[in-house]
Each structure stands twice: as structure tokens, then as C-alpha cells.
């Protein structure tokens, strides 16, 4: 399992990347990808849409399932990654680069405040796969 220091990380297994003036990057972890395994459908919201706390916000399909992505932070959707619809096997090849999925300007940087840093997703991964 790769976790990145420079990113945050959410209970939902989304990571968050500053990207500076009120902008984040959002994607699924390297845990999460692992643990669903091969994604073979990815739906991702549109651009100009309205990002809610704790509200899915897509969702990802594997073999095994259907799960929703749940909004770590609010904000306005300002970039979807087309490459990841077309080829949702980019999150699972590349999740903190080519794999990301959408682009968000944030309401507040105190959306930030909330989300765990690499060493406490870490600790959170290992506490809740036993």
C-alpha cells in the first residue's frame, strides 16, 4: 500500500492534493484500488458541479461491486479526468497520478482541517483491516 506524505486522506479512502488558490485534486487511494481490485466503470460528476461533505459524489465498479465515492471537502467541480471514464484502469495503475479524478475549488481551506494526514490514513488502514 502506497501512501503519499504530501496528500491528505480521507475515512472514505479519497485523497486530497493542494494545488494552491483554494484548489484540490481528488482521487482514490492505493488501498482502496487494491482492495477492489480491477475498476472496469468509473462515473465522475460534471464539471460546474456542486460538491457536498459526506455526499457520493460518483461511483466505481469492479467485478465485485458498486461503490460510491464520498466527498471529503465542499466545493465547486472545476476539471473531471475524462482519461479515467475511457480507461477506468488508470486508478488502478496510477492513483495519485494519471488515476485522479476530479478537480475541485474549495468553499474554505478549513475543508482541509478535517482530513488525515499519511500517517494517520495509515494507522487508520491497519486498524480497520483486522
Known sequence: M?????LRYSE????????GDHTVTLGITDYAQLDLGDLNYVELPNEGDELVYC??????ECAKLVTDLYAPVCGW????????????????????????VIRVKL???EELDNLMSADDYEEYVLMNIF
Open 2 to 6: 502506497l501512501v503519499l506524505d504530501e
Open 12 to 19: 472514505e479512502h479519497i485523497w486530497v492534493r493542494s494545488e
Open 55 to 60: 455526499e457520493p459524489f460518483g461511483s466505481v
Open 77 to 100: 467541480v472545476i476539471a473531471v479526468n475524462r482519461d479515467v471514464i475511457d480507461n477506468p484502469r488508470l486508478v488502478n495503475h496510477s492513483p495519485y497520478n494519471q488515476g485522479w
Open 107 to 109: 468553499f474554505t481551506l
